[in-house]
């Protein structure tokens, strides 16, 4: 085992540490692909490095062990893996898939609950409105919501929700939320995912209605009756509303018929070669190209 072994890891989670910091110059609909991809491969690059040092540490301490796994599994010469190592691999590995593991129950069960929720109307006069997936889904409005809004505003609201569920951005959230977990140092990756996805649906919203000032006007309107009812939670200023509103009160950004498809399977071609790599598929599949 050498630093080669740490080499995908490391080259992935850099690039979604930087990606998280600096803002994607694309239209959010690619800037949230691009985004979650990076987010996905990130996570099964580290998370399968540190299974395999941590296989690896294992068939040291038991020998006979290393006779019953896959070749590919093994690193291929006969050096052990020294416990400083192996120890933290070990507990890494049972960190990451506890938190995946978790995370995963908790998703499914708050989607579930909300599936229950989304055949009624909420009783509150809370604002709200949420995505909620699945074929017994929808769109979970509160009464609050609909008292407040007019109707050229509740149909913006159904139009940026109905986007959500339309794009299946829940699948972009999970995979954020998974890769967050298991590796600290991607939450500000996950963040910039979230908020290119609700440009996304902003924009879809726009584009549906033909007018950009009246999503923003909702945008920032239900914000504001969302604090003023819940004086703890993020208003106006929170959750990327101000930034949201003066995007859709500028021009409507580029589409990138050319630049948005090239950047996403670059990206993801690279950062899933290593993903590769990182899990010793390579060697799983006899992919001698790699």
């Not at 505003?153 to 954020?176: I, K, N, P, T």
Request: charged letters at 15%.
């Amino acid at each position: 085992m050498n630093w080669f072994t740490f080499l995908p890891a490391g080259i992935t989670l850099a690039l979604g540490v930087l990606l998280g910091r600096l803002p994607l110059p694309l239209h959010p609909m690619w800037s949230g692909r691009l985004l979650c991809t990076v987010a996905g491969t990130t996570g099964l690059a580290t998370v399968g490095t540190f299974v395999f040092v941590a296989v690896n540490y294992w068939a040291t301490l038991h020998p006979r062990t290393a006779d019953r796994l896959p070749e590919w599994t093994l690193v291929g010469d006969d050096d052990p893996v020294p416990a400083w190592l192996g120890v933290p691999a070990l507990v890494l590995t049972a960190v990451s898939l506890m938190i995946i593991l978790w995370r995963s129950v908790r998703w499914v069960t708050e989607v579930r609950a909300a599936q229950r929720m989304a055949r009624s109307l909420l009783e509150t006069d809370v604002p709200v409105a949420v995505a909620v997936p699945g074929r017994r889904g929808g769109v979970l409005v509160s009464r609050g919501l609909l008292k407040a809004l007019e109707p050229a505003e509740l149909e913006a609201v159904f139009q940026h929700e109905g986007s959500h569920l339309r794009h299946r951005h829940h699948r972009y959230l999970a995979v954020g939320a998974l890769a967050a977990g298991a590796l600290p140092p991607l939450r500000w990756l996950n963040e910039r995912m979230r908020f290119a996805l609700e440009r996304w649906a902003d924009e879809d919203a726009a584009d549906a209605i033909g007018d950009r000032e009246l999503v923003a006007r909702t945008i920032a309107r239900v914000a504001i009756l969302r604090s003023q009812a819940l004086p703890g939670a993020m208003g106006f200023t929170g959750s990327g509303v101000v930034q949201r509103v003066r995007a859709l009160l500028d021009e409507a950004p580029g589409r990138n018929p050319v630049t948005g498809p090239v950047a996403l399977i670059c990206t993801g071609l690279a950062t899933g070669t290593l993903a590769l790599v990182a899990l010793q598929l390579d060697h799983a599949f006899n992919l001698s190209f790699i």
